[in-house]
């Protein structure tokens, strides 16, 4: 074996064929998720909608939760909405390498296409939901801003690259141990809370703060708010997350080519 | 002379078994126990010139599979150079690449793209995977419609029109139908000499109508590829003149066992029945076979031996003639069995 091909840049060229599989990937996902039932696409809008609906209910009611920002349903529909969009696209793509395990032991191609697909299969999920956010947003007589919206395509891209990014390294570890696809149920649960999604910053305690605002989830659902409801737009908080989500992307992308020869022993 | 596009130097490739138990050990006291491990390749060697077609043979866990992961870079070896040269189609067992809730069509783009064709590449070679295939009129169907053999058919026909160098085939024709099989096995031999192929099968009949070569494996070895046998000068001993051979498999087991050495007695063809146990060859396997005649039979008015091994892994029964006769197995070891 040369030892070219082992150096992980190396194995950067290929993007051709990483191209024609990822799209041939994304178009399997579509047309297994899509296809089959109808019910099977609705599932995607009725999810957040059921949650934020329950969520009022029970946090309007029982709890008292408000937003200044908006009104409470339409503040906490866009952080299920984004949130859904992140933990759906990293619990389908951790275990996608494992369930795709006949595929990686006989063929040699590159497996990433199988987590982008994903990631890029979920992103229609997103747009429906961006779209049905709107309409509730003529509904509810709020005010829209055309720079919020563009602005809402930017977060949604930083978004994107960083789940990327968690899924590359997820789906590896989920290689190594198994037991990882079962954790992450517990992570993403503890993420949740520690995300105002549910509820407003300014109601945490100041001990805590600081580690909710630490959270990439935190700066991404914040960023989504001010831009639907304010057009607000803070220009260091973005840049900082666009770099941010790139290097992680980066760092990820470069481990998991490192470590992908070996999946096919592992797996 | 042909270039060789694979070679295969003292390759080694072992298997963590406790791979499973990593993370629990990471909680126990994991200095104090030992990786088990299982080699499955030990100290293979081989070339592979441009052009040729050569077998695998061996029973499950002989290590087939994993010489072909290994040449197709899916795994890496623990030990030893592997060189190849071309493009290599990934390992082909029929159906690793395709989806169930996707039509035929569709599946020839994804699993083309999986052997790295490009879409253009793919749809100018659409028409004829299709009617390679014989799917006409179910290629818009979803294949989880689809029997066994037509799924092979697809995926076999992809395989054939992707534009690889070394097409590596991995018990491709253990589904399908028997005119299928023909078809292909004939695709095969006209592919072309620019074209390597290697591939494995448990049927050794069907093996020897496309390889030009038998590689035989036994527990991850390769057996003697290099000391040929002079098949020639064993035919020109004179009758009830005896000669001796050392067994590399189980395949006559409990009767004979690997390593033991056995007799064999040049004689007559004729005098040949039922219940013997002959040694015969044929021209492209590396060794000499003994087995047991379960019958004889005339064919076209000449004398065929049945034969099969005691304990088999599922071959096919031969049809052995004179011309093919080395002799009588009269002594296992130092026990005599006539």
């Keep these: 074996m040369s030892s070219k091909s082992q150096l992980p840049l190396a194995r950067f060229n290929n993007y051709h064929q990483l191209i024609s599989t990822t799209l041939n990937f994304t178009k399997k996902e579509i047309k297994t998720r899509y296809a089959e039932a109808l019910i099977g696409s609705l599932w995607v809008v009725v999810y957040p909608f059921v949650f934020s609906l329950l969520t009022v209910l029970v946090f309007s009611f029982v709890f008292r939760g408000r937003s200044e920002q908006a009104p409470y349903f339409l503040y906490v529909l866009i952080g299920f909405n984004s949130w859904f969009w992140f933990s759906q696209t990293i619990v389908y793509s951790t275990r996608s390498l494992v369930n795709n395990r006949e595929l990686i032991l006989n063929n040699k191609f590159p497996t990433e296409s199988i987590i982008f697909s994903i990631a890029v299969t979920k992103i229609i999920d997103h747009i429906i939901n961006i779209v049905l956010i709107y309409i509730l947003l003529i509904l509810f007589h709020q005010q829209i801003y055309f720079s919020g919206f563009l602005f809402i395509l930017l977060i949604s891209l930083i978004q994107f690259v960083f789940q990327v990014g968690i899924s590359l390294i997820f789906s590896v570890i989920n290689v190594y141990f198994r037991d990882w696809q079962n954790i992450i149920d517990i992570l993403l649960q503890l993420t949740f809370y520690a995300t105002p999604i549910i509820y407003t910053l300014d109601i945490v305690p100041n001990q805590i703060k600081s580690i909710i605002q630490i959270n990439p989830m935190t700066q991404i659902v914040s960023a989504y708010r001010a831009a639907l409801f304010q057009s607000y737009i803070p220009v260091n908080q973005i840049l900082l997350l666009i770099a941010l989500s790139i290097l992680f992307f980066i760092i990820s992308y470069f481990i998991y080519k490192r470590l992908e020869h070996k999946f096919a022993e592992l797996i | ?338």
């Design chain 2, 1 to 338: 002379m042909k270039k060789k596009v694979i070679t295969l130097d003292h390759i080694y490739k072992s298997f963590d078994l406790d791979r499973e138990k990593r993370l629990k050990r990471l909680f126990s006291n994991y200095r104090q126990v030992k990786n088990r491990q299982i080699t499955v390749i030990k100290d293979v060697s081989f070339d592979v010139k441009q052009g040729e077609r050569v077998g695998l043979f061996g029973p499950n866990g002989s290590g087939k599979s994993t010489i072909l992961r290994l040449i197709a870079k899916i795994l890496k070896p623990d030990s030893g150079n592997l060189f190849v040269e071309g493009k290599i189609a990934p390992v082909i067992e029929l159906g690793s690449g395709l989806h169930p809730e996707l039509t035929g069509h569709d599946n020839i783009f994804l699993y083309a793209s999986i052997l790295g064709m490009s879409r253009q590449r793919i749809i100018s070679q659409l028409n004829k995977i299709i009617s390679f295939s014989e799917l006409n009129e179910f290629i818009n169907m979803p294949i989880k419609k689809y029997s066994s053999g037509m799924k092979a058919r697809l995926a076999f026909s992809v395989a054939i029109f992707s534009d690889v160098d070394i097409l590596l085939f991995d018990e491709v024709f253990a589904v399908g139908d028997n005119s299928f099989r023909d078809k292909s096995m004939r695709a095969l031999n006209h592919l072309g000499r620019s074209r390597t192929i290697i591939l494995t099968s448990h049927d050794l009949g069907l093996m020897q109508q496309v390889c030009d070569r038998i590689l035989i494996l036994d527990r991850g070895k390769l057996l003697n590829e290099q000391n040929e046998i002079s098949i020639e000068f064993l035919k020109n001993m004179p009758t009830s003149s005896n000669f001796i051979a050392e067994a590399t498999s189980n395949s006559m087991y409990p009767l004979i066992k690997t390593g033991d050495s056995i007799t064999i007695e040049r004689l007559d063809f004729k005098s040949i029945k039922a219940g013997d146990i002959i040694a015969f060859y044929l021209l492209n396997l590396p060794e000499i076979i003994v087995h047991r005649v379960v019958d004889t039979i005339d064919i076209n008015g000449e004398k065929t031996c049945i034969t099969k091994g005691d304990s088999f892994f599922g071959l096919d029964a031969w049809e052995i003639q004179s011309k093919n006769f080395l002799g009588r197995v009269t002594k296992i070891g130092e026990k005599n069995i006539c």
